[in-house]
């Protein structure tokens, strides 16, 4: 089952873009492994008494370009190999869209559905004694992620500062506002992708105001059916699904309305005017503009010859199969890749960090206008690679991400 191993499909990925560039063996080996993974127990007394040993995992992939930082998850599957493979992915994430960050990742092997909120305190709380010592807004900072949250990230916070004795908000971010956390950051991932389909349609020449749709209609997808027409200034939303099933509107619908509908009954289904579709019908609609914002591989070798949008932005992490990448590019489907497409969520925790470092907070205006112009650099520098090294998007995103590792790798010396 090796194939199916994420950080093994994490190195082929690495391996592809390092063969483009010609890069030197060492400068391979060096990338295609953690540069330190910390794997631990942590005991939690629980509230009947018992105390439960659980797994917890940090790895810090790469930090060439900076202090690492990525996300921490509380899933019963989380694996090393997850965490490394994920960790490897925020290196390049970060480095797309041009921060001064390396990438981590964390993870604990647990269900958080069956802990009572005290519970998840002690967890968090252990976590952090065991590995406080290796982070620091200046060394490594995790961020919330599968099942973590705001509060638990403000418990880790709280743990780390009683255990060196003095406040350091920049230690995480995607904390509650009220104790360090950044305005914007709740919309940033869906707000950064829609940044990039306007500079797509520019390049183009597609009406950002035609049709579009939605598949996944979770945090990211709901402000992705908002913000579309804020950002863009129209378009017509003519389908939307979720993990129950899909709805098809031809004329289109208020995306405010099927939001409140969705808030209201927990899934898109029955909103008024609307005919059910499938998850997979909604992927073969003939739309300007598609968001694959819910599950990895749902356009695959088999369906990707049906895929009729012109842009395909992946808010989602992996919602498209290498083999339908290549079937996509050579119909013409221009594909945002999702860690440029959602890489809004990682650059908005980086303004978090650089402002608890500096203690100064930004208003809303500030963080929209920093990170539009940071997703519009990383569209363009990843556009110009794909049209110069005439590749998909996908390997022209990793093209640019790597290369910029790689230069500071070589710079510092170690390769």
């Known amino acids: 089952m090796s194939e199916l191993n994420p950080f093994k499909i994490a190195q082929a990925q690495f391996d592809e873009a390092a063969e483009i560039l010609g890069l030197e063996p060492a400068m391979r080996e060096i990338l295609r492994w953690p540069r330190r993974e910390y794997k631990f127990t942590i005991p939690v007394k629980m509230d009947d008494g018992s105390t439960k040993v659980f797994h917890g995992y940090r790895v810090q992939y790469n930090d060439a370009r900076g202090p690492t930082k990525g996300g921490l998850r509380w899933h019963p599957d989380e694996t090393i190999d997850t965490v490394r493979a994920l960790a490897a992915w925020m290196t390049w994430k970060t480095s797309v869209v041009d921060i001064p960050l390396g990438g981590g990742k964390g993870g604990v092997t647990c269900n958080p559905k069956e802990m009572s909120e005290n519970e998840k305190e002690r967890l968090a709380r252990g976590w952090m004694r065991v590995i406080a010592r290796e982070l620091g807004g200046d060394r490594d900072c995790p961020a919330p992620d599968v099942y973590t949250t705001p509060q638990i990230m403000a418990w880790m916070m709280d743990e780390y500062e009683t255990i060196i004795g003095r406040n350091h908000p920049a230690v995480i971010t995607g904390k509650p506002i009220p104790i360090g956390g950044s305005q914007g950051r709740g919309d940033a991932t869906a707000r950064g992708g829609i940044f990039t389909v306007r500079e797509a349609c520019k390049k183009l020449g597609i009406d950002p105001n035609g049709t579009y749709a939605i598949q996944g209609f979770g945090n990211a997808g709901q402000y992705a059916a908002l913000l579309h027409k804020e950002v863009l200034g129209g378009g017509k939303l003519i389908a939307v699904s979720d993990s129950r099933g899909g709805i098809y509107v031809e ?162 010396g170690w390769v």
């Open 251 to 412: 004329g289109g619908m208020d995306p405010e309305a099927i939001v409140k509908h969705k808030l209201k009954t927990g899934k898109v289904g029955g909103f008024p005017g609307s005919k059910g579709i499938t998850n997979e019908e909604l992927l073969e609609l003939d739309v300007d503009i598609l968001y694959p914002s819910a599950l990895e591989n749902v356009i695959t070798k088999d369906n990707a010859k049906n895929v009729k949008c012109k842009i395909s932005c992946e808010l989602a992490n992996g919602p498209t199969t290498p083999e339908a990448d290549i079937i996509l590019h050579n119909k013409g489907v221009h594909v945002i890749p999702d860690f440029l497409a959602n890489a809004g969520g990682v650059t908005v925790s980086y303004f978090e960090q650089v402002q608890g470092m500096y203690n100064y907070y930004w208003s809303l205006e500030d963080v929209h206008k920093q990170l539009d112009a940071r997703m519009t650099k990383a569209y363009h520098d990843v556009f110009n690679m794909h049209s110069e090294k005439k590749v998909h998007m996908r390997s022209a995103a990793y093209l640019v991400a790597v290369a910029r590792v790689a230069e500071a790798v070589k710079l510092r």
